[in-house]
């Protein structure tokens, strides 16, 4: 099982700016793919960006020059800068992590940390 925490949630006025992190714990062989999504009340989860082993960076269109994903490869970590937000970026923000374990690979999913732009 891989457990996924996110942190870094909150109250931020437009314009504004939050770093959301993510850790990883429990037993599997290596992580690839890292990423955040978010849902905002009564819409589907979306993607926001993610990022591969490798490096190589996705990001959605609606946040792509304003939103920065990060990750520390030897931690299994990652981050997300999230600058110059907008309310429409309101949402509750969650990781996710492919991982490959004694079972297979699979998808972890974090309980996510709630962000909301607001004046």
């Known amino acids: 099982q891989v457990q996924l925490v996110e942190s870094g949630g909150g109250l931020v006025q437009p314009g504004g700016s939050l770093r959301l992190s993510c850790e990883t714990s429990?037993?599997?062989?290596?992580?690839?793919?890292m990423g955040w999504y978010r849902q905002a009340p009564e819409k589907e989860r979306e993607l926001v960006a993610t990022i591969a082993r490798s490096g190589t960076t996705n990001y959605a269109i609606s946040v792509k020059g304003r939103f920065t994903i990060s990750r520390h490869t030897a931690r299994d970590t990652t981050s997300l800068q999230m600058n110059s937000l907008k309310p429409e970026d309101t949402a509750v923000y969650f990781c996710?992590?492919?991982?490959?374990?004694?079972?297979?690979?699979?998808?972890?999913w974090g309980k996510g940390t709630p962000v909301t732009v607001s004046s």
């Open positions: 429990g037993s599997f062989f290596t992580i690839t793919d």
């Open positions: 996710n992590a492919e991982a490959i374990t004694g079972s297979g690979r699979r998808t972890y």
